[in-house]
Structure formats: structure tokens, C-alpha cells
């Protein structure tokens, strides 16, 4: 009876379900940073980020709750690698709350840069995979 909880355990590190344990730590900062950016400016009351991993990249959805199709809110490009985040608005309505903003701060004070996204990211096709 004793090898149950570990056959479980390997067979929750070597399945999809690993992924239930959350983001990467950077990813999990840039969430947070864009949540207190939404409600520090008051642009959703309330605001929800949920983040996404569409391939190889991982997006930030920040919108209004309950969230809908017609106002899917800010869409963000995440980057992070070695402790240090980063958010690229990627949709019209992310550019336009993040506005001329040059970095955004988590609740523990750490910067998280705004950079440009690259060109040719599919938009439509990333949102579908929020809703």
C-alpha cells in the first residue's frame, strides 16, 4: 500500500496535470503586476487576469468580470526568464490601458518592463483560446 502515493506522484509529474501546479514564477509576477495596474487605474472594477500558454508562449487576458467575447479586454504577450518578467500589449484595448506606461510594479514593488510585441501575432486566434 505504500508504493499508491507514489506511483500517484509520477504520475502527476510526468502528466498534463503537472501543469495544474501553476505558471512559472515569472509569469505568475507578470500576472500580478497586471492585475494591480488594472485596479490601481481603475480600468476594470472588478478585474480578472487569467494567463494562457499558446504554443511555446504564454498571454495575459486582463478584462472585466464576468468576462465576455464582446469585451475580452487587454491581451499581453509574456516573456521571463532568470526572475525578471516582461508584458508586451499585443490588442488595441492592452495598448490603451497600459498607455505611455514604460513599466508596471507587483505588489512587492519589483518592476516589470512594458515592451513592444512583435509583428504578426494572431490575435483572434489567441483570444479563442481564453473562452
Same mark, same amino acid.
Given at each position: 500500500?505504500r508504493?499508491i ?6 504520475l502527476?509529474?510526468?502528466?498534463? $496535470?503537472?501543469a495544474f501546479?501553476g505558471? *512559472?514564477?515569472?509569469?505568475?509576477? =507578470?500576472k #500580478?503586476a497586471?492585475?494591480?495596474? +488594472?485596479?490601481?487605474r @481603475?480600468i +476594470?472594477? *472588478?478585474?480578472?487576469?487569467r494567463y494562457? @500558454? %499558446?504554443q511555446?508562449?504564454y +498571454?495575459?487576458l486582463?478584462?472585466p468580470v464576468?468576462r465576455d467575447?464582446?469585451? *475580452?479586454g487587454?491581451?499581453f504577450? %509574456?516573456?521571463?526568464e ?5 508584458v508586451?500589449? %499585443?490588442?488595441g484595448? =492592452? @495598448?490603451g490601458?497600459?498607455?505611455s506606461a514604460?513599466?508596471i510594479? $507587483?505588489a512587492? /514593488?519589483? $518592476?516589470v *518592463?512594458v515592451?513592444q510585441a512583435? =509583428?504578426g501575432?494572431?490575435v483572434? /486566434?489567441i483570444? #479563442?483560446k481564453?473562452f
Amino acid at each position: 500500500m505504500r508504493w499508491i502515493p507514489l506511483a500517484v506522484a509520477a504520475l502527476l509529474a510526468a502528466s498534463p $496535470a503537472a501543469a495544474f501546479f501553476g505558471p *512559472p514564477a515569472e509569469i505568475a509576477a =507578470a500576472k #500580478e503586476a497586471l492585475e494591480l495596474h +488594472y485596479i490601481n487605474r @481603475k480600468i +476594470y472594477s *472588478p478585474v480578472s487576469c487569467r494567463y494562457e @500558454k %499558446v504554443q511555446a508562449a504564454y +498571454y495575459i487576458l486582463c478584462g472585466p468580470v464576468p468576462r465576455d467575447r464582446q469585451t *475580452p479586454g487587454g491581451l499581453f504577450l %509574456v516573456t521571463g526568464e532568470r526572475g525578471q518578467s516582461t508584458v508586451a500589449p %499585443v490588442n488595441g484595448k =492592452a @495598448k490603451g490601458h497600459i498607455g505611455s506606461a514604460g513599466v508596471i510594479s $507587483a505588489a512587492d /514593488g519589483k $518592476a516589470v *518592463p512594458v515592451i513592444q510585441a512583435p =509583428a504578426g501575432i494572431d490575435v483572434t /486566434g489567441i483570444l #479563442e483560446k481564453f473562452f
